[in-house]
């Protein structure tokens, strides 16, 4: 096509394109329409932006309202998508009105109360959703939606049966999503939807056996019940469902064996029945199931072997059986399993070493062995160090009692996290660490390493996580821990996916702990508590704006508490308790506006306990066992005793006395008694026998 008809052409596509637009514009609202808007949005009791009926009469040009022009009716309104516009307040019966609205999304706002039934008569309504909003109470038993197709009033406080007449009236519907909500029951009804592809009913309060109607729906390609009270077996009907390709039955009470019907399901790739009661082995067609990808069957009684045709399964590249009864040896055929990015075998009974057929591992990304029996922790590291694309390592309560290896060179270039906690291991902290340039997370608690803390350990980039706590670590704390670049700069930040599975930190070994499933959500934090560390804290550790977490309690340190540490900002937990620090607390820590957590307990510190801030909050736990502390909240500061005052002319009611008498007439009295006195005994003019005899003595 030359320029000049490709000029014409889009000249002509402008125009249409602009007439249409100017139709569109010129659309009238109908009044009925007009109405049923005007009395919704005086429902409300927040605004609608772009809504003024006082400066535009025509509602077809609103936010979120869609009109369109037919011969029979007229210009009406199709669509009313208000999703996520910060809602609140409650929907009145007015907006039924709406009579021929194919669309209505009010998803993601903050409405509440009872929904008008009318709106669940909606004759031409296609999409209804309500999701993610306070909606409660009953859905009305006579619904009557004839031409919906998609259905969702997930994520409310909706109760009661799942016993309406839906799925009898609409012969079209393909989507319903009733999770997150508190329903008790499934009537059969739900069976009449022949043309169901999707179907949620995750997070309610269903129980009982696993609802039968649900067996007709052969249309089904996602089934989602998790998060409910469903017990017993499962029935081996759940094959006919030979359609789906997500299965998610997890967090129930599920007993007995895993039907062995999955060579009906061709179709799934998803299927988790994680954290229900299955016991017995892995039934041969799940086994060999050539569709999966996804394979959760954690938290469950499962045992035997673990046997995984990986030949067969080209697909699988995600599982996770931890947390069941499964026993050794760690099969080599699982490395055949090519696509594999994430392996959860944690919480085994294997007692082995991991085979040498792990390097064949080239996709694996994250791989959980936490409390499985491992032993051999050189063999181990010497394998996994060649998959490549490893980048989380979880090694947690195994090779209990040996040394971990420090001359050994190992290269893990990809690693971002490493557990290897609770294990009990002894040596000290591996060189070898220091080639994980791509370190974000270092978890080496609760085991009996000692030696210093090496310096190196302030050179990661990217380390925003250290945990050394519970060892017999030796030394002061090197300075360059105060230069981790990740606790310092707020802007350093890596592209980090989903976990698939929750690690944890542990507070000791006999605790889960809090868990996390992504590494970036872990609180930025420098625990080194519980070790045998000595020296002063470094005032350069104010520089660390990031951290969240800093605990050193249970140490030696000496010194005082630098004013510093108020640069720590982001700070909620500061725990310094169980040392030898003096000197007073620093009254700029009252700076530290999200401090939740704080002691300095079982110190030398004296002075005044600083008020205001976050230490108004703090009781008086966090300051006992400092003799010299004291404050309102703690034990009250004794005022100082004033110094004594100058010497001072006496008061005459203060002069000197002799006698009992004022000193001049006392004075006179006690001369003449004197001399009286001394005549009497003739101490003045002794008599001559006396004198002669005294003279007889010289």
Same mark, same amino acid.
């Given at each position: 096509m030359?320029f000049p008809e490709?000029?014409?052409v889009?000249t002509?596509l402008v125009?249409s394109?602009?007439a249409?637009v100017?139709?569109y514009?010129?659309?009238?609202?109908?009044?009925n329409d007009?109405g049923a808007?005007?009395g919704f949005?005086?429902?409300l009791?927040s605004?609608?932006?772009?809504?003024d $009926?006082?400066t535009s009469?025509?509602?077809?040009?609103?936010?979120?309202?869609?009109?369109?022009?037919?011969n029979?009716?007229g210009? %009406?309104?199709?669509?009313?998508?208000?999703?996520?516009?910060?809602l609140?307040g409650?929907?009145c019966?007015s907006?039924?009105?709406?009579d021929?609205?194919k669309?209505?999304?009010?998803?993601?706002?903050l409405?509440?109360?009872?929904?008008?039934a009318?709106?669940?008569?909606?004759q031409?309504?296609?999409v209804?959703?309500?999701?993610g909003?306070?909606?409660n109470g009953?859905?009305p038993?006579d619904t009557d939606?004839?031409?919906?197709q998609f259905f969702?009033?997930?994520?409310?406080?909706? /109760?009661g049966?799942?016993d309406w007449?839906l799925?009898?009236?609409?012969?079209r &519907?393909r989507?319903?999503?009733?999770?997150?909500n508190?329903f008790?029951g499934?009537s059969t009804?739900l069976?009449n939807c022949?043309?169901? #592809?999707n179907?949620?009913?995750?997070?309610?309060n269903?129980s009982?056996?696993f609802?039968e109607s649900?067996?007709?729906?052969?249309n089904l390609?996602e089934? #989602?019940v998790?998060?409910n009270m469903?017990?017993?077996p499962?029935n081996?009907?759940?094959? @006919?469902l030979s359609?789906?390709v997500?299965?998610? &039955?997890?967090? @129930?009470g599920?007993s007995?064996n895993?039907?062995?019907v999955f060579?009906s399901?061709?179709?799934l790739?998803?299927f988790s029945?994680?954290s229900?009661?299955f016991?017995?082995?892995?039934p041969?067609?799940l086994?060999?199931?050539p569709s999966?990808?996804?394979?959760?069957?954690n $938290?469950?009684?499962?045992n035997?072997?673990i046997v995984? *045709?990986c030949?067969?399964?080209?697909?699988l590249s995600w599982i996770d059986?931890?947390?069941n009864?499964?026993?050794?040896?760690?099969?080599?055929?699982?490395?055949?399993?090519q696509?594999?990015s994430t392996?959860?075998l944690a919480r085994?009974n294997?007692?082995s070493?991991?085979?040498?057929?792990?390097?064949?591992f080239q996709a694996?990304?994250?791989l959980?062995?936490?409390?499985?029996g491992l032993?051999?922790?050189s063999a181990?590291?010497?394998v996994?160090?060649?998959?490549?694309?490893?980048?989380?390592?979880?090694?947690?309560m195994?090779? +209990?009692?040996?040394e971990i290896?420090?001359?050994? $060179?190992?290269?893990f270039?990809?690693l971002k996290?490493l557990?290897?906690?609770n294990?009990?291991?002894?040596?000290s902290i591996?060189?070898?660490?220091?080639?994980c340039?791509?370190? #974000?997370?270092?978890?080496?608690?609760?085991?009996f390493?000692?030696g210093?803390i090496?310096f190196?350990?302030g @050179?990661?980039?990217?380390l925003? +996580?250290?945990?050394?706590s519970?060892?017999?670590l030796?030394?002061q704390?090197?300075g360059?821990?105060t230069?981790?670049r990740s606790?310092?700069?707020?802007n350093?930040s890596l592209?980090?996916p989903s976990l698939?599975?929750p690690l /944890?930190?542990y507070?000791?070994?006999s605790? %889960?702990g809090?868990? +996390?499933?992504r590494?970036?959500?872990?609180?930025?934090t420098?625990?080194?508590?519980?070790n045998?560390?000595?020296?002063p804290i470094?005032p350069?550790f104010?520089?660390?704006k990031?951290?969240h977490?800093? *605990?050193l309690?249970?140490?030696y340190?000496?010194?005082t508490?630098s004013?510093?540490l108020?640069?720590? @900002?982001n700070?909620e937990?500061?725990d310094?308790s169980?040392?030898?620090?003096?000197?007073?607390i620093p009254?700029?820590?009252i #700076?530290l506006s999200?401090l939740?957590?704080?002691?300095v307990?079982y110190?030398?510190? +004296?002075?005044?306990i600083?008020?205001?801030g976050?230490f108004l909050?703090?009781?008086s736990?966090s /300051?006992?066992?400092?003799?010299?502390l004291?404050g309102?909240?703690?034990?009250?500061?004794q005022?100082?005793r004033p110094?004594?005052p100058p010497?001072?002319h006496?008061?005459p009611?203060?002069?000197?006395?002799?006698?009992?008498?004022?000193?001049?007439?006392?004075?006179?009295?006690a001369?003449v008694?004197t001399?009286?006195?001394?005549?009497?005994f003739?101490?003045?003019?002794?008599?001559a026998?006396?004198?002669?005899?005294?003279?007889?003595r010289?």
């Amino acid at each position: 096509m030359g320029f000049p008809e490709f000029f014409v052409v889009f000249t002509l596509l402008v125009l249409s394109i602009r007439a249409h637009v100017l139709a569109y514009q010129n659309m009238t609202c109908n009044p009925n329409d007009m109405g049923a808007l005007d009395g919704f949005s005086k429902c409300l009791a927040s605004e609608i932006v772009g809504w003024d $009926n006082s400066t535009s009469s025509n509602c077809c040009t609103w936010t979120g309202v869609t009109c369109e022009n037919s011969n029979v009716s007229g210009t %009406r309104v199709v669509k009313l998508e208000l999703g996520s516009k910060r809602l609140h307040g409650v929907v009145c019966e007015s907006l039924a009105g709406l009579d021929k609205l194919k669309i209505l999304n009010l998803s993601h706002n903050l409405l509440s109360g009872s929904v008008p039934a009318k709106l669940f008569q909606l004759q031409n309504v296609e999409v209804l959703d309500l999701s993610g909003n306070e909606f409660n109470g009953l859905i009305p038993v006579d619904t009557d939606l004839p031409s919906i197709q998609f259905f969702d009033i997930s994520d409310n406080k909706f /109760f009661g049966s799942i016993d309406w007449s839906l799925c009898k009236t609409s012969t079209r &519907i393909r989507v319903i999503n009733l999770s997150d909500n508190y329903f008790s029951g499934v009537s059969t009804s739900l069976g009449n939807c022949t043309s169901l #592809q999707n179907l949620c009913l995750g997070e309610n309060n269903l129980s009982g056996s696993f609802p039968e109607s649900l067996f007709q729906l052969r249309n089904l390609s996602e089934l #989602q019940v998790q998060g409910n009270m469903f017990s017993g077996p499962l029935n081996d009907e759940i094959g @006919n469902l030979s359609n789906l390709v997500k299965l998610d &039955i997890s967090l @129930n009470g599920f007993s007995g064996n895993l039907p062995d019907v999955f060579r009906s399901l061709g179709k799934l790739e998803y299927f988790s029945a994680a954290s229900n009661n299955f016991t017995g082995q892995l039934p041969p067609s799940l086994s060999n199931s050539p569709s999966l990808m996804t394979l959760n069957l954690n $938290n469950n009684s499962l045992n035997g072997p673990i046997v995984l *045709n990986c030949s067969a399964m080209i697909h699988l590249s995600w599982i996770d059986l931890g947390s069941n009864l499964f026993h050794g040896p760690i099969p080599d055929s699982l490395s055949s399993c090519q696509r594999l990015s994430t392996l959860n075998l944690a919480r085994n009974n294997f007692n082995s070493q991991i085979p040498d057929s792990f390097k064949n591992f080239q996709a694996l990304t994250y791989l959980r062995f936490s409390e499985s029996g491992l032993v051999n922790i050189s063999a181990a590291l010497e394998v996994l160090q060649q998959c490549r694309n490893l980048s989380v390592l979880v090694l947690s309560m195994n090779f +209990y009692d040996e040394e971990i290896p420090s001359e050994m $060179n190992f290269q893990f270039e990809n690693l971002k996290a490493l557990v290897v906690a609770n294990s009990q291991l002894r040596g000290s902290i591996p060189r070898w660490l220091s080639g994980c340039n791509k370190l #974000q997370l270092l978890d080496l608690s609760w085991n009996f390493l000692g030696g210093n803390i090496p310096f190196w350990l302030g @050179n990661f980039e990217f380390l925003f +996580y250290l945990d050394l706590s519970n060892n017999s670590l030796t030394g002061q704390m090197p300075g360059s821990l105060t230069e981790l670049r990740s606790l310092i700069n707020t802007n350093i930040s890596l592209e980090e996916p989903s976990l698939g599975f929750p690690l /944890f930190v542990y507070k000791s070994p006999s605790s %889960r702990g809090f868990k +996390y499933k992504r590494v970036w959500s872990f609180p930025p934090t420098l625990d080194l508590s519980k070790n045998k560390l000595t020296g002063p804290i470094w005032p350069d550790f104010g520089n660390l704006k990031r951290l969240h977490v800093f *605990n050193l309690k249970d140490n030696y340190l000496t010194g005082t508490i630098s004013d510093s540490l108020s640069g720590m @900002n982001n700070l909620e937990t500061l725990d310094l308790s169980h040392n030898n620090l003096s000197g007073e607390i620093p009254n700029s820590l009252i #700076q530290l506006s999200f401090l939740s957590k704080f002691s300095v307990a079982y110190n030398q510190l +004296y002075g005044e306990i600083p008020t205001g801030g976050q230490f108004l909050t703090f009781s008086s736990s966090s /300051f006992e066992g400092n003799k010299g502390l004291c404050g309102e909240q703690f034990i009250p500061c004794q005022l100082e005793r004033p110094p004594p005052p100058p010497p001072s002319h006496q008061s005459p009611s203060n002069r000197m006395t002799i006698i009992g008498l004022p000193f001049g007439i006392g004075a006179t009295t006690a001369f003449v008694l004197t001399v009286t006195f001394c005549f009497m005994f003739g101490w003045v003019f002794p008599k001559a026998d006396t004198r002669r005899r005294s003279n007889s003595r010289c």
